[in-house]
Structure formats: C-alpha cells, structure tokens
C-alpha cells in the first residue's frame, strides 16, 4: 500500500508504547499509578455538574444542527468576558475562534501562517510542535531549554534561531513541565521578536507567537499567568493564542476549544477549521456559552478543582524531596501551573537486579513501571534526548492517595539499582 509521504513519516508517540506497557500490565491484574496521561480520570475530576446539565439540556432543546463556521456568537461573547474577567485580556467576539478542543486551532494556525520549508522555532521539551512542523512539512527547530531555568526557554537561547523564522511557538504553564515563564523572561523573549520584525523589509513575512496558554487558569502559588501582548501591546498583530475549556474545566472529552488573535488571521482560520469541519458540537457550544455566563459557579469550580489538582502535585514534589534527602538521585520542580511535575530520576548507566543495564531514560521507565508500578514520561517523548534523565508526571487520572501510596515504591525499586 502506497502512503502520501507526510502519512510515512510521520512518528508515532512515544506515550502510546508507554501506554501499551501499562495496559499489558493492566491485563495481568497489576495496580499501576499512571502518571503518563494528559488527561483527567473524570470519575476524579468530573466536569461542571452545570456544564453537564447544560449539555444535557442543549440536546434536549433538539441544538444539534451545524454550528456556524466561527463558533456561535453567544459562546465567543462569553469567552470574551471569561477571558477579560481571568486574565484581564480585551478581546471582541470577532477576534475568536472556537473549534473541537483547541487541536484544530494549532493545526490551523500553522496552515494560515506557515508554509512547507518555513523554519517553525519552539522549546524542547514541549509538547507536539515536532509533530505540527513534520505535517506542514516545516523546518522544525528545537531549542534546548535549561533545566536551571525550570526547562523555560530564554531570549538568549532563542536568539540564535530566530532570523528569517516564521513563527515561534510558546507554552506557559508548559506542557510536559508545569513551569511558567518569568516576567523578565517572556518580556525579554517579546522584545527579541520585535526586534526581528523589525529588520524584515515591508511586505515580507514577519516573525509570529502562537501562544499556547490552554494551562492559564491552573497556577498556584503566587505564580501569576503573563501573555505576549499584555506585556508588549505592540506585538498584537503578530500573536495567536491557543487556549480552552478542555484543562481548565477538566474537560478533555467535551471538545471545546478557542483560539484568538488579529481579526485577519482568525479569518482564515476559520476557513481551515470550516474545511476540516472541527467544529465543536454545538450542544457543547451551548452549553459551555450559558456556563461561562455564571461567574460565581465558574470560580467554584475552578478553586475547588485547582486546589484540588494542587494537593497532588505537593505531595508528588514532597514525596520526591523526601526519597532526595534519604539520599536517592532524585529531584523535583516546584510546581507552578498546570497538571504536571517535571521530576528528575537520574539512574541512567545502574544495573537492574535480572543484570539488565539502564542505558538512558527510557530504560529507566520501563524498569520503574514493571518494580514500582509507577508510569512517567520521558522528556525524549517532548522531544529532548533520552540522555536527559528529565521526566513528566501527570496528576489528572490519579487520585491523591494513589499517588501517596506510590512514592514509597519509587524509592524501594530505585535502591536495588547497583
Ligand atoms: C499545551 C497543550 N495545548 C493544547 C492541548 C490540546 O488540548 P485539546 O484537548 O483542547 O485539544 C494540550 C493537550 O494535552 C496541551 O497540553
């Protein structure tokens, strides 16, 4: 069978072989705390009961033909106000797109912006822009980014790979780290793109953002949520933001997700996303519009499910410190946003106990899911070296005393590596 070239090569992900681990496992009755998903296991974080009247309602009220093109006026009217309310962003409906999760929105944005043999520049780790760039057929850069600077990229690491690029794809909180950009950071990172747009002659293709901050109403602490234009009004024309309903709601299956960004851009995406027919159900749409509208049940929620997500994440990091103190070669990121801790288990070149030698991070993996029934992700899958002893733990689809019970088993598999 002939495939297209872009079917060919593109690469599978390195979490499904994980999964295909822990389900083999599963199979044979094993009790895995999974930390590799994510994902929400929504019998621990169910969404809104609001939200799933509404949908509930919305089908009742028979709301099941198509959805316009841009997603429905009273839904981008509302994500206009949630998004002025939470982080402060003046937005018209006008500027917004909404679409199935906000997958399509990234896809579209690489469709309306870059085109084959274009240089896309994004940190590593991060999540799926390797992908992105294999479909459009773009010249992918990859930037390392320090694990002393909380695996956050900085001017000075992306300086050297911004002339002549199209765009330069940013998270934050990041997926796979659940860090977050300082302020001096990102405004450093702003005025570099400035900077560079500033040397490209009239007409030609300037240097975009495409803003991914589908995390920004998950961080703790006195960690605080900063954007591109909020920063740096001047970039407004060259910044699309990604975000949604999917983290924030604990609502990865309801498929709602929003872009934003200049009036032209989000035009054209939305004739991409109309093509693909991405659009969110509208039953959903109706929903989450009326949701949205209710801002004291949204801040119940959101308190109550952050503070929630934040306990785990805690007794993950503390966990981890502590097996640190007793000595093991571990280390942890304090957690700043997100559903992820960015832990370090630094085994690679150990010996298991059946003689097998832990070549990188990967092996690593393996081994503590088969001794400690505990599942991470390497930084290889967001595309790092698997020399790079860097893992993600997720918290979403493990409850608080799974996680508990698991650190203890961390520690008792690592100390039989000789
Ligand atoms: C950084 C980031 N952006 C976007 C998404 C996609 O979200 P959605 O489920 O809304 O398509 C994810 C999902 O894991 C993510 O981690």
Redesign the pocket.
Known sequence: MSLSNIAKNLKGSEIIKIAGEINELKRKGEQIANLTI??FDSNIYPIPPELKNYIKEAYDANQTNYPPGDGLLVLRDSICNFMQEHLGLNLTSNEILVS?????I?YATYLALVDPGDTVVFPAPS??NNHYCDIIGAKGIAVPADADNNFMPTAADLRPHLKGATMLAL?SP??PTGTMFSQKDLEEICDLVIEENRTRPAGSKPLYILY?Q??AMLTFGGHKHLDPVSLRPELKDYVVY?D????CFAA?GI?V?WGFGPEKIINAMRAIVSHMGAWAPKPEQVAMAKFLQEKSKVDKFLGNFKARVQKSLDALYVGFQKLKDEGLKLDAIEPMG?IYLTLKIDYSGKVAPDGTILKNSTDINFYLIKEAKAAFVPFSAFGTGDDINWFRASVGACSLQDIQEMIPRVGEALRKLK
């Open positions: 994510g994902d199935s999760g906000s997958r399509p990234i999540w799926n998270c990041l997926n991914d589908i995390y990604i949604g309903a999917s983290k990865t498929r997700g997100a």
